[in-house]
């Protein structure tokens, strides 16, 4: 397997009402294409603030994040997300007055992907994540959660994101929607070669993933 991201030495700390939070603490770690890795622990541990370092939301106040060996520090970091790492949230962060093929269609007009292209990618996704087609005129609101979380998914995939960062993703869903989001993940890693990293809670989830780090007090394990 070939590694997208290194962690070297990473560091991030924040200050809120009362004090500094050191939320994480020299982190080593790397994530390889064709992958999935769950990063589990409390509330507060860090993994959270771990994601958005990874994301390039965050800058860190130490160590690096090596994307195929660039500082991602050093890059434009909304161009790093919008070519490369896409995130995918609890509450799905659609576009309510956009339509489910809309939403998708809007992550490639970023791109500049021509729109001929840019449909038939929408339209391959879509239907790759059990998205009828009578369903891509309707806005998300429409949808049930499940459903909203696979055209968010759809939408990263599209766009051609080789590396899926899934904050809580199967948070707000039943069982069952939870499970076919969480083989679409695994999918996404083992038969297309992208590297997926989860938070999660659940220890099932977490179970199924290739590997799994704890997250401790800021602390990284495994």
Do not use: W
């Amino acid at each position: 397997m070939e590694t997208v991201l290194n962690v070297e030495n990473l560091s991030f700390s924040y200050r809120n009402k009362y004090q500094t939070v050191h939320a994480v603490k020299q982190a080593d770690c790397a994530f390889e294409r064709g992958k999935a890795y769950a990063i589990v622990g409390k509330s507060g541990s860090g993994k959270t603030t771990l994601l958005s370092l990874l994301a390039g939301l965050e800058t860190p106040a130490g160590g690096q994040i090596l994307f195929d060996g660039q500082n991602t520090a050093q890059m434009n970091r909304d161009a790093f997300r919008r070519d490369n790492a896409a995130v995918i949230y609890q509450n799905y962060n659609l576009f309510p007055l956009l339509t489910v093929m809309e939403n998708v269609l809007y992550s490639m007009k970023l791109k500049g992907i021509p729109g001929k292209e840019a449909r038939q990618r929408a339209e391959k996704e879509l239907a790759a994540v059990g998205i009828t087609e009578d369903q891509f005129k309707r806005f998300p609101p429409q949808l049930s959660g499940g459903e909203q979380q696979r055209v968010t998914i759809a939408r990263a995939l599209a766009a051609g994101n080789e590396i899926i960062l899934a904050d809580e993703p199967t948070g707000n869903l039943d069982e069952g929607n939870s499970e076919l989001v969480v083989d679409i993940l695994l999918r996404l890693a083992h038969e297309e070669g992208r590297c997926v990293i989860i938070i999660t809670h659940d220890g099932e989830i977490a179970g199924r993933m290739d590997h799994i780090y704890t997250m401790r007090d800021g602390v990284l394990e495994g």
